[in-house]
């Protein structure tokens, strides 16, 4: 009897057959339930400090800067002061070539001089005037009296008309003359004072020449750090319209101000006195501080967002901070010390929803994040020991944008809140918003949309 071969039995075809269908059924339910298991992303409750700032940039100067510039124009003949220099107040920085001042003096001297002598003879024609005008007086008093005679002597018929007429027409030119007299020294008069006035024009002139000689000098207005010259020796100036800047001085280095914009949302937030960081890029790794010593009320709108200039009060006894640094500045609103916090993404997790996920008894279907208010009641979910979803009640507290205090609930330290849920098909997490990596945790298939 001749055997059939082994492929043309049907017995094992049908062996391979089973083997191969319940490895694919393995396979498939194994990567079915895989991709159907999520994967939480969870962070642990943690204790510690949180600080509600407001952020700022400005830039560092000194509390009072003088600007010193020339009121004259003219070529700078000296320089007494560079950068850095300390200077004291009252000291000699520049001086201006003042050749062209001092023959504007001597010009406003002579025209002094020449008022002057004018006036001298404006006083001798006054009293030419005034005597002239005293003897037509006396002529007049004595053809008055002549005339008077000549009526006397016509009224008593000794004198004839004529000669009666002869008198008073000598009166009148007499008193013709007095009057002219009168007029030549009022003129007299008119005329001294006419050349006084010139003559306070020419000393305001030559008072005037000599501060524009004076100004060739340039001091130093207060005490402090030359900041920054402007001119060089041999450099010419001009003072037509506005007085150009030559140096400038920071009274106190050791004490300085940061100048920053708060929008106007942040504004009513901030009191003077409140404590404030900063770093500056010279020295990245310290943080400075300082205090609000000022809120300005006037405001700047840039393209529609309305800002307020605070001013920041900065201690500098070592002058490391130098005027013009930019400064990132934090005003610190409010802190909370050694409380428990929780990351912001645990806040804003929220689960499809459903009848497995559950909660606790005065928790909310509605695990979403809709606020960060001190006082708000939200739902923070966590996972059961069955790896179930369940909500716990939380009192929120202050937030730093990063983390929040929690006032009241279940929660302490060490416990685990779900923050995201990371798909195992795609690889990538699909609703974790935490900086750093979060833990990782398998549990049952949340249920179904509704």
């Given at each position: 009897?001749?055997?059939?071969?082994?492929?043309?039995?049907?017995?094992?075809?049908?062996?391979?057959?089973?083997?191969?269908?319940?490895?694919?059924?393995?396979?498939?339910?194994?990567?079915?339930?895989?991709?159907?298991?999520?994967?939480?992303?969870?962070?642990?409750?943690?204790?510690?400090?949180?600080?509600?700032?407001?952020?700022?940039?400005?830039?560092?100067?000194?509390?009072?800067?003088?600007?010193?510039?020339?009121?004259?124009?003219?070529?700078?003949?000296?320089?007494?002061?560079?950068?850095?220099?300390?200077?004291?107040?009252?000291?000699?920085?520049?001086?201006?070539?003042?050749?062209?001042?001092?023959?504007?003096?001597?010009?406003?001297?002579?025209?002094?001089?020449?008022?002057?002598?004018?006036?001298?003879?404006?006083?001798?024609?006054?009293?030419?005037?005034r005597a002239n005008l005293?003897?037509?007086?006396?002529?007049?008093?004595?053809?008055?009296?002549?005339?008077?005679?000549?009526?006397?002597?016509?009224?008593?018929?000794?004198?004839?008309?004529?000669?009666?007429?002869?008198?008073?027409?000598?009166?009148?030119?007499?008193?013709?003359?007095?009057?002219?007299?009168?007029?030549?020294?009022?003129?007299?008069?008119?005329?001294?004072?006419?050349?006084?006035?010139?003559?306070?024009?020419?000393?305001?002139?030559?008072?005037?020449?000599?501060?524009?000689?004076?100004?060739?000098?340039?001091?130093?207005?207060?005490?402090?750090?030359?900041?920054?010259?402007?001119?060089?020796?041999?450099?010419?100036?001009?003072?037509?319209?506005?007085?150009?800047?030559?140096?400038t001085i920071g009274e106190d280095l050791t004490k300085?101000?940061?100048?920053?914009?708060?929008?106007?949302?942040?504004?009513?937030?901030?009191?003077?006195?409140?404590?404030?960081?900063?770093?500056?890029?010279?020295?990245?790794?310290?943080?400075?501080?300082?205090?609000?010593?000022?809120?300005?009320?006037?405001?700047?709108?840039?393209?529609?967002?309305?800002?307020?200039?605070?001013?920041?009060?900065?201690?500098?006894?070592?002058?490391?901070?130098?005027?013009?640094?930019?400064?990132?500045?934090?005003?610190?609103?409010?802190?909370?010390?050694?409380?428990?916090?929780?990351?912001?993404?645990?806040?804003?997790?929220?689960?499809?929803?459903?009848?497995?996920?559950?909660?606790?008894?005065?928790?909310?279907?509605?695990?979403?994040?809709?606020?960060?208010?001190?006082?708000?009641?939200?739902?923070?979910?966590?996972?059961?020991?069955?790896?179930?979803?369940?909500?716990?009640?939380?009192?929120?507290?202050?937030?730093?944008?990063?983390?929040?205090?929690?006032?009241?609930?279940?929660?302490?330290?060490?416990?685990?809140?779900?923050?995201?849920?990371?798909?195992?098909?795609?690889?990538?997490?699909?609703?974790?918003?935490?900086?750093?990596?979060?833990?990782?945790?398998?549990?049952?298939?949340?249920?179904?949309?509704?």
């Amino acid at each position: 009897m001749t055997r059939r071969p082994l492929y043309r039995s049907k017995y094992p075809w049908l062996a391979l057959i089973v083997l191969m269908s319940a490895g694919g059924l393995g396979a498939w339910k194994f990567f079915t339930v895989k991709a159907d298991k999520p994967v939480y992303l969870l962070r642990t409750v943690e204790s510690g400090d949180i600080a509600l700032q407001v952020a700022a940039n400005g830039s560092l100067s000194a509390v009072t800067t003088v600007q010193v510039g020339s009121q004259v124009s003219g070529n700078i003949a000296e320089l007494y002061a560079d950068f850095n220099s300390e200077v004291k107040r009252g000291q000699l920085l520049a001086r201006l070539d003042p050749q062209l001042f001092e023959a504007q003096v001597r010009q406003a001297e002579a025209n002094v001089r020449a008022a002057e002598m004018t006036i001298l003879n404006d006083a001798a024609n006054v009293a030419a005037s005034r005597a002239n005008l005293e003897k037509t007086m006396v002529d007049v008093v004595d053809k008055q009296r002549k005339l008077n005679r000549q009526k006397q002597l016509y009224d008593n018929g000794l004198s004839t008309r004529d000669d009666l007429d002869t008198a008073q027409a000598v009166m009148q030119a007499s008193a013709a003359t007095r009057d002219a007299a009168e007029a030549q020294l009022e003129s007299a008069q008119a005329g001294r004072k006419a050349d006084s006035a010139r003559l306070e024009q020419a000393r305001a002139a030559l008072q005037t020449a000599k501060v524009n000689l004076a100004q060739t000098v340039i001091y130093s207005p207060i005490s402090g750090t030359i900041i920054s010259r402007s001119v060089d020796r041999g450099q010419t100036v001009a003072a037509s319209m506005a007085a150009p800047t030559l140096f400038t001085i920071g009274e106190d280095l050791t004490k300085m101000q940061i100048v920053t914009n708060i929008d106007e949302a942040d504004v009513g937030k901030i009191k003077t006195g409140m404590p404030v960081e900063f770093t500056v890029d010279a020295y990245p790794e310290e943080i400075f501080s300082g205090s609000i010593s000022q809120i300005r009320l006037a405001a700047t709108t840039v393209q529609n967002v309305v800002t307020y200039n605070a001013i920041v009060g900065v201690d500098n006894p070592q002058q490391r901070l130098k005027p013009g640094m930019t400064a990132n500045v934090k005003i610190r609103i409010a802190q909370v010390t050694d409380v428990l916090k929780i990351p912001n993404s645990a806040l804003r997790f929220k689960p499809s929803g459903g009848s497995e996920s559950r909660q606790s008894p005065t928790g909310s279907a509605n695990g979403a994040m809709k606020g960060q208010n001190p006082g708000r009641q939200v739902p923070v979910w966590v996972l059961a020991e069955d790896k179930s979803l369940r909500a716990v009640q939380v009192e929120l507290g202050l937030s730093d944008g990063l983390s929040t205090q929690i006032v009241s609930g279940p929660l302490k330290v060490g416990d685990e809140v779900v923050t995201g849920i990371e798909s195992q098909t795609g690889g990538a997490a699909a609703k974790s918003t935490t900086a750093s990596t979060p833990k990782s945790a398998s549990g049952p298939p949340p249920p179904p949309p509704m």
